[in-house]
Nanobody, 123 residues
Framework: QVQLVESGGGSVQTGGSLRLSCAQS????????MAWFRQVPGKEREGVAR???????FYEDFVKGRFTISKDNAQKILYLQMNSLKVEDSAMYYC?????????????????WGQGTQVTVSS
């Protein structure tokens, strides 16, 4: 059984930075597809970025150039470095794991989810 625990959320001002972490227990991690999603109340959960088992990454356009997804296979931690934060980045951020090497930022493909960490950006 895979368990995911996010941390690192908080409140920052526009232009600030945060680094989210997602610690995984169970599972293989190294061969998994991992991703970050976010959700605001009243809206659907949306993909932010994903990283494949080979280290390949994909970002949605609205975070490209500002966010960086990475992982530490030894520690089994997924990261999301968020720079130049905007008010519209405010959301609950979730990490997710797909127990397969096929990796695409599609909500329906992911098997396990964390409980989320709140990010609030104020102007």
């Amino acid at each position: 059984q895979v368990q995911l625990v996010e941390s690192g959320g908080g409140s920052v001002q526009t232009g600030g930075s945060l680094r989210l972490s997602c610690a995984q227990s169970g599972g293989t991690f190294r061969s998994d597809c991992m991703a970050w999603f976010r959700q605001v109340p009243g809206k659907e959960r949306e993909g932010v970025a994903r990283i494949g088992s080979d280290g390949s990454t994909f970002y949605e356009d609205f975070v490209k150039g500002r966010f960086t997804i990475s992982k530490d296979n030894a520690q089994k931690i997924l990261y999301l470095q968020m720079n130049s934060l905007k008010v519209e980045d405010s959301a609950m951020y979730y990490c997710a794991v797909r127990r397969d090497e096929f990796c695409r930022l599609d909500l329906s493909l992911f098997d396990y989810w964390g409980q989320g960490t709140q990010v609030t950006v104020s102007s």
